[in-house]
């Protein structure tokens, strides 16, 4: 199976802008989708198809890809978005197989 | 509004098989779309377990295939989670969740995302 690739924790600054990438072999062909993740909650997810965003999610919150990473981007970071993060995709090698990355823990200074 | 519950035994003694549900309310699972379940060991990231369709096609993650079963009931719009052979290291929380998305296709890229999530519920595997 295919992996996805994540920085393991990622901190930004009250009000500024922070990147968090994904990278993977998979990405070439699928976008990522994300999903943000609180203390003791479900993920959310906040990015699909590249760039859209569910109803509800701030635009703040967007997506980008080129070649085998994807990235998410938060403009004007809050302290509620401190949080984990996880990309997600289908797996290259099996169709209608699934993987997530390892996950970004964004601080929020 | 479309909403996942799981349920299940929070307690699972080693080597005997964990069993969960995923309630599915506001959505006709045979209506479309492909549901799955996800786990998260405690302090560690998602892991995918496995996704089925409707018309009772599976798709495992190889390294829980030898011990997984996804199976639903429509007639009870739910699916179910059977891990045979459990040990310590399947303590975790586990999610249901609805998939969607579509396949790539020459130069246009695919996507798959999963939009609805149920809140989890936690197994621990323990004599």
């Known amino acids: 199976s295919s992996e996805l690739t994540q920085d393991p924790a990622v901190s930004v600054a009250l009000g500024q802008t922070v990147r968090i990438t994904c990278q993977g072999d998979?990405?070439?062909?699928?976008?990522a989708s994300w999903y943000q993740q609180k203390p003791g909650q479900a993920p959310v997810l906040v990015i699909y198809?590249?760039?859209n965003r569910p109803s509800g999610i701030p635009d703040r919150f967007s997506g980008s890809s080129s070649g085998n990473t994807a990235s998410l981007t938060i403009t004007g970071a809050q302290a509620e978005d401190e949080a984990d993060y996880y990309c997600n995709s289908r797996d290259s090698s099996a169709n209608h197989h699934v993987v997530f990355g390892g996950g970004t823990k964004l601080t929020v200074l | 509004q479309v909403q996942l519950q799981e349920s299940g035994p929070g307690l699972v003694k080693p080597s005997e098989t964990l069993s969960l549900t995923c309630a599915v309310s506001g959505y006709s699972i045979t209506s479309g779309y492909y549901w799955g379940w996800i786990r998260q060991p405690p302090g560690k990231g998602l892991e995918w377990i496995g996704s089925?369709?409707?018309?009772?096609?599976?798709y495992y993650n190889p390294s829980l295939k030898s011990r997984v079963t996804i199976s639903v009931d429509t007639s009870k719009n739910q699916f179910s989670l059977r891990l045979s052979s459990v040990t310590a290291a399947d303590t975790a929380v586990y999610y249901c969740?609805?998939?969607?998305?579509?396949?790539?296709?020459?130069?246009?890229?695919?996507?798959?995302?999963?939009?609805?999530w149920g809140k989890g519920t936690t197994v621990t595997v323990s004599s």
């Open positions: 998979s990405l070439r062909s699928y976008y």
């Open positions: 089925l369709y409707h018309s009772g096609s599976t």
């Open positions: 969740a609805r998939r969607a998305g579509i396949a790539a296709a020459g130069s246009t890229m695919g996507y798959y995302y999963m939009d609805v």
């Open positions: 198809a590249k760039n």
